[in-house]
């Protein structure tokens, strides 16, 4: 059919790629790697979509945000979760989201399932264990380093006190040997009682605080002291 002169044939623009969201309504699609769109051919979300904010959201940048098939987050709502650990409900809030995912870079994929006091003791938690064996390996590396023994061996208290084991008698077997190679680090005598301790000795740890306060000059050693007489007169207590 020849078209009639005088009449303009108007050409179709092509539809406009859109993607419906739950929460973003219909988010525009672009031509390029990303989001399937179908059809054989990669869509990619629009960046500069900017959907209205229901009350209490925060506009998202999806610039700054890591994803590769996730859809941006246009905007932040507080989310509501339930804690891996404890169990209790607690909110995800959406300038804490927007934290996450756009200034510490977390990918979109992941998600809060701790609350935050979890979450605080999770870090604590995982802070000994990586304090230990960063310690461990340090000792190896120098173990007449007086740093590196008081270091592994404060780190394997914290580790035994909190998870209730730890490799204590090596920390005792490293303060023994800095000790031979340095007298005068009497500290070494402090944490040998505080791994006897923590290992379930008394004895052995009341008779290393009693030799620590014999051996330690006043000066600079107060503190230790003070926590020496006190562990002392826990441990020499009769028990009732
Ligand atoms: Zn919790």
Not at 50 to 74: T, W
Not at 186 to 206: D, K, N, Q, S
Request: glycine residues 8%; proline residues 9%; contains cysteine.
């Amino acid at each position: 059919m020849e078209a009639r002169p005088g009449r303009v044939v108007p050409r179709r623009r092509p539809a406009r790629q859109t993607r419906r969201h739950p929460l973003f309504g219909e988010v525009p699609l672009l031509p390029g790697p990303g989001a399937s769109g179908g059809a054989g051919r990669a869509w990619t979300y629009d960046p500069d979509y900017r959907p209205d904010l229901p009350s209490g959201a925060v506009r998202g940048d999806p610039r700054r945000q890591l994803f590769c098939c996730e859809v941006p987050k246009y905007f932040y709502v507080d989310a509501d979760e339930t804690c891996r650990d404890c169990g209790a409900g607690f909110v995800f809030s959406a300038r804490e989201q927007k934290h996450w995912y756009e200034t510490l870079g977390f990918r979109l994929d992941a998600s809060a399932v701790r609350c935050l006091p979890c979450r605080r003791a999770f870090r604590r938690a995982r802070g000994i264990s990586r304090a230990l064996s960063d310690a461990s390996r340090a000792l190896v590396e120098a173990p007449l380093h007086p740093p590196a023994a008081l270091a592994y061996a404060r780190a394997a208290i914290a580790h035994a006190e909190r998870f209730g084991h730890a490799p204590l008698d090596s920390a005792i077997a490293a303060l023994r040997a800095l000790r031979r190679h340095a007298p005068s680090v009497v500290e070494t005598i402090y944490l040998e009682g505080r791994c006897a301790e923590a290992a379930g000795r008394p004895r052995g740890a009341a008779a290393s605080y009693e030799r620590f306060l014999a051996a330690a000059p006043p000066r600079g050693n107060a503190a230790l002291a003070r926590d020496a007489r006190a562990r002392l007169e826990r441990l020499v207590a009769p028990a009732d």
